[in-house]
């Protein structure tokens, strides 16, 4: 009973780098989210998806990039990373039948 | 725009000291208010869902009481294990959750 799963957990990379983070769930909820969070901003939305090959712009999408070809994946592509993406990362997922999310354990990214 | 604001930022207390935590919020057409419990390196854990204004929910040392404008956790006889920071959550009629900061407790033996 995996849940929900994210990797790697810690990423160091270079700025100008392309770098994607990997969110897995095993509960087959038709939603999920990304978000990041940073000391004094709290957690904010990056994007998010109602189900396969749809997906929705949150508070924070500039600089990244979705894509949700199955159900129980929902990776996250920081296209060329700047030190400003330095963040922990947060996949969430919930079913289409109730609003409460549950989370992954967080992906911690530095960006150099 | 959906808006949290929780308060105090931090709060220190003695075992066994009860006190509450607040969640204020705007939101139009409130769908839930979700509490969350969050331990250092940890993603939130799911705590509670409050629907509609005089609901109430409970768990072990925990209470979640939800009025209009605001939401109460209110922790009785608090143990160190309940350190941790807790975040308050609204969903509305058109976004997803909108998070409030936090607050960090930090419970003394």
């Known amino acids: 009973d995996a849940g929900i799963t994210q990797s790697p957990r810690y990423k160091i990379t270079e700025t100008g780098r392309q770098v994607t983070l990997m969110c897995h769930q095993t509960w087959s909820h038709s939603y999920m989210f990304w978000y990041r969070q940073d000391l004094g901003h709290g957690l904010r939305l990056i994007y998010y998806s109602a189900a396969a090959d749809i997906t929705d712009k949150g508070e924070v999408p500039d600089g990244y990039v979705v894509s949700r070809s199955k159900t129980e994946n929902f990776p996250l592509t920081l296209e060329s990373a700047t030190r400003s993406q330095t963040s922990v990362y947060f996949c969430?997922?919930?079913?289409?039948?109730?609003?409460?999310?549950?989370f992954g354990p967080g992906t911690r990214l530095t960006v150099t | 725009e959906d808006q949290v604001t929780q308060s105090p930022e931090a709060l220190r207390l003695q075992e066994g000291e009860s006190s509450s935590l607040n969640c204020s919020y705007t939101v139009s057409g409130l769908r839930g208010l979700f509490w969350y419990r969050q331990d250092p390196g940890k993603g939130p854990e799911f705590l509670f869902t409050?629907?509609?204004a005089g609901e109430e929910k409970e768990k072990e040392r925990l209470k979640a009481t939800l009025t209009k404008k605001e939401s109460f956790l209110h922790i009785t006889a608090p143990k160190p294990e309940d350190s941790a920071t807790y975040l308050c959550?609204?969903?509305?009629?058109?976004?997803?959750?909108?998070f409030g900061k936090g607050t960090r407790l930090s419970v003394i033996a």
């Open positions: 959550a609204v969903h509305g009629g058109n976004t997803p959750l909108v």
């Open positions: 969430a997922s919930r079913p289409g039948t109730a609003y409460e999310q549950y």
């Open positions: 409050l629907y509609s």
